[in-house]
């Protein structure tokens, strides 16, 4: 579904950019980049035995994850390669290059997704180590890509429309990053021991990954609740946050993200484990100023009954009588 989403949402906007001529071309440069960068997220999730990703605004930011753009600068010089090659030479000549580029296009792409070096992604040893391991399943790969571009082509010459025709190119895209993905993932235990490690990112780095990682949590779970799985939606966040190094952060970001969605209920639903959380660790303060903040949104707001003997004790530890009084009621 997320897939789809983001392959209605792509066309819509392309189609906008196309329509609207001069302006358009701006749209474009923020568009097409976003989707060269959905592809590659959309192979790193699959990798890693992922759900795929959500179409998010992050993605269409122009200032992060460089490294996530190299897709769009190889593609840009095969397609000015292949044209001056046809120009000057012949066809002939130019789809020798184009088929090298199909078999390794996939493995490079890989190999980016697992390092964020593209540097690397263009190392034919690493290149040679990600397709050795890999082993036949990755020759499915180019086999499947090249057999729906010769169909792209051949519905091409029918009397078919544009948007029909760029949601055939946009699958077959999606289609070529999502079967990568998949055979590195089952084959991932011999590329990353033969793999270069990726290079350690700053703390800047490393701070935007984790912020573009966990709202990409907050969306799929807000895709759960909208369609009324308000505890499947919670429980997505729930076994992120087990994951996470640092509890207390995960816990205060997710809460607060999710109150500033237009109902409140489920970060105060949220709130009941963030609290059960915070007086399982003896943080008293930290667990009511929770309850003082839930309250000012919902004055009826009260601790789950298995955590109201735990509450109390941590009124009663900060002295805190207003609340000791307002948990007895």
């Not at 605004?57 to 996530?68: A, C, D, H, K, R």
């Not at 593209?118 to 190392?123: A, F, T």
Request: proline content about 5%.
């Amino acid at each position: 579904m997320a897939v789809l989403l983001a392959m209605i949402v792509l066309l819509v906007l392309g189609t906008l950019a196309k329509a609207a001529g001069i302006l358009g071309l701006w749209l474009a440069f923020i568009i097409v980049p976003a989707y060269f960068r959905y592809l590659l997220y959309l192979l790193e999730a699959r990798a890693s035995g992922l759900d795929a990703p959500v179409l998010s605004v992050e993605l269409f930011s122009i200032v992060e994850n460089f490294w996530s753009l190299f897709p769009l600068i190889l593609v840009c010089v095969l397609i000015w390669g292949e044209y001056f090659l046809i120009s000057n030479f012949s066809f002939v000549v130019a789809i020798i290059p184009g088929i090298v580029v199909l078999f390794l296009f996939p493995a490079s792409m890989a190999v980016l997704a697992m390092t964020r070096s593209p540097i690397e992604s263009l190392n034919p040893a690493a290149l040679f180590v990600l397709i050795r391991s890999c082993g036949r399943d990755y020759f499915l790969i180019p086999l499947i890509t090249a057999a729906m571009v010769f169909l792209i082509g051949y519905l091409g010459t029918l009397d078919l429309s544009q948007v029909v025709t760029n949601a055939l190119s946009m699958y077959a895209s999606i289609l070529l990053f999502t079967m990568t993905g998949s055979v590195v993932h089952a084959n991932a235990a011999g590329i990353e021991i033969a793999l270069p490690p990726p290079r350690e990112p700053d703390a800047e780095q490393v701070g935007a990954d984790l912020v573009r990682e966990r709202t990409r949590v907050l969306n799929h779970a807000y895709g759960f609740v909208s369609r009324g799985n308000r505890k499947g939606g919670l429980q997505h966040i729930y076994d992120w946050i087990a994951n996470e190094a640092d509890l207390d952060a995960a816990y205060r970001w997710f809460f607060e993200q999710m109150m500033k969605w237009e109902s409140k209920e489920g970060a105060l639903l949220f709130a009941q484990q963030y609290l059960s959380n915070l007086l399982e660790r003896g943080r008293d303060v930290e667990a009511l100023k929770l309850i003082g903040r839930c309250r000012l949104e919902e004055p009826r707001f009260k601790p789950a009954p298995e955590l109201i003997e735990a509450a109390l004790a941590a009124a009663e530890r900060q002295h805190n009588d207003e609340l000791l009084d307002y948990l007895r009621c």
